[in-house]
């Protein structure tokens, strides 16, 4: 009987998840990834069409906080801060509120994002950035609500939002210049510390070439102006593979005593236990 019973809800289990029942969203989500000079910028939302309802003044209340779209926040999320209207953006995620009027918009960036719809309670202290914009009227009918990216530029473009009849857009400026200067610059400086450490530790830990694994941790700690505990130990362990255990016993107590400093337990017993290998 009981077998029987455990058959019966496995076979009542399946038939329900196979039951499920999918119809499509009167809203349907939708996700927008655009790369603006250098900065990634994404935007998910969900559409609401028209239906044969007038849309602004009547569905969507001019004057009154909207969510910009349908179901769970419209966010925005951008890889690097931003300027808008004169004012700095911070890089991240925002939810994207807007105010619709007849004559222009209000958007805001709300910092956040687990509404449904509109904050239940909303703080003036989670907005990010607020400014306004020019509402115009859209050549021809747009059914569905529709969020773009529009213009895009070296080191700009312009957020767009338009149904029914209403168009507004905001410009947006990325750090393209500041970025990629600053790309150039690291590349013609040539690789840095953590470049030959990530060298040398591959060189060592593949049982590759172990001349060039401390030709590149030696590289690494010349160019630290602090020699880091976890080079120091990589470079005692390098010199211990080549037969140098002296050197490697004294680099070992250099590591040790800076990882004392920084109170990293784990790197000053695997220390004292080489130094006390390497001694014997």
Do not use: C, H
């Not at 909207?66 to 808008?84: L, Q």
């Not at 070296?154 to 947006?172: D, G, H, Q, V």
């Amino acid at each position: 009987m009981k077998k029987l019973l455990i058959a019966l809800a496995i076979v009542i289990t399946q038939f329900t998840i196979e039951a499920q029942v999918k119809t499509p969203q009167s809203s349907p989500k939708s996700e927008i990834k655009q790369v603006v000079g250098l900065t990634d910028v994404e935007i998910v939302y969900s559409r609401p069409s028209a239906r044969g309802r007038a849309v602004f003044g009547n569905l969507v209340p001019f004057g009154q906080l909207w969510r910009t779209g349908a179901n769970e926040n419209t966010t925005i999320s951008f890889s690097d801060d931003v300027v808008i209207d004169g004012k700095t953006l911070k890089k991240g995620t925002y939810a994207l509120y807007t105010v619709p009027n007849a004559q222009q918009w209000d958007v805001i960036f709300y910092k956040t994002t687990d509404n449904w719809g509109t904050p239940e309670k909303y703080d003036e202290a989670n907005v990010a950035l607020r400014t306004s914009v020019k509402e115009t009227t859209f050549p021809t009918m747009s059914e569905t609500f529709t969020i773009g990216i529009s213009g895009i530029e070296t080191n700009s473009a312009y957020l767009e939002m338009y149904w029914e009849n209403s168009y507004a857009r905001l410009k947006f400026e990325v750090p393209t210049e500041k970025a990629a200067l600053a790309s150039i610059e690291k590349t013609l400086a040539g690789p840095n510390a953590n470049d030959y450490f990530s060298a040398a530790q591959y060189f060592y830990q593949s049982n590759g070439d172990v001349t060039k694994a401390r030709t590149y941790v030696d590289k690494s700690l010349e160019l630290s102006k602090e020699k880091p505990f976890y080079v120091l130990r990589l470079k005692s362990l390098i010199q211990a593979k080549q037969g140098d255990k002296k050197a490697a016993i004294e680099t070992a107590k250099l590591s040790l005593t800076a990882s004392e400093s920084a109170g990293n337990q784990d790197y000053v017993k695997m220390n004292k236990d080489s130094i006390a290998e390497w001694g014997r």
